[in-house]
């Protein structure tokens, strides 16, 4: 007999997280490529912001670095240490905003947050490039903030942008006013 949990009134169907076994094992080689081969690694000759952020639960650290111009991302590089998952996610996302609008990159970075969470069909959406191999990592819970970090560190220096004030953390990593 096989028991199943009730659900809310309401409630959809589960998703169902599971990823076709050829189709894991291309994530699997985009995200190790991504780890050994990591694009736009090494810090800049210049940049017009950075930051860095940890998680302290695993130990992965990510630097990223901006250059920005206008409402456009120009350069972007990160340095950094951690899990595949930490490193991988930081090139892939430097992939995608390279030449990004600043609005598009939050788009982006939103988009990518749903997509760990869950969200159906993402994977499937060609907007997030490689990023959609990190799909499988919304059924590791504790793995989302590792895939995440990059990401977070971008919210960090472009989140209060919209509103019209500067972008994020300056170079030096201090605060804005």
């Known amino acids: 007999m096989q028991v199943s949990e009730p659900t809310k009134p309401g409630a959809g169907t589960a998703i169902d997280r599971s990823i076709p076994s050829a189709l894991s094992d291309l994530f699997q080689e985009v995200i190790l490529d991504h780890y050994r081969r990591p694009r736009n690694k ?8 950075s930051i860095v952020m940890n998680n302290p639960l695993c130990g992965d650290v990510i630097e990223l670095f901006l250059g920005v111009s206008g409402d456009r991302i120009e350069e972007v590089r990160f340095e950094g240490r951690g899990c595949s998952i930490s490193q991988a996610s930081a090139s892939m996302m430097t992939e995608r905003l390279k030449g ?10 939103a988009k990518f947050t749903r997509l760990l969470h869950g969200e159906a069909g993402l994977e499937r959406d060609e907007e997030l490039g490689d990023l959609r191999a990190l799909s499988g990592v919304s059924r590791f819970p504790v793995r989302i903030k590792c895939a995440l970090l990059g ?27």
Request: hydrophobic share 35%; charged share 30%.
């Open 100 to 109: 990004a609008k600043l609005g598009d990159a939050r788009a982006l970075s």
């Open 151 to 177: 990401f977070n560190c971008l919210d960090e220096l472009i989140g209060d942008s919209a509103a019209g004030g500067d972008v994020g953390v300056d170079r030096r990593g201090g605060a804005r006013p």
């Open 42 to 49: 090494g810090a800049p000759d210049e940049s017009t912001h």
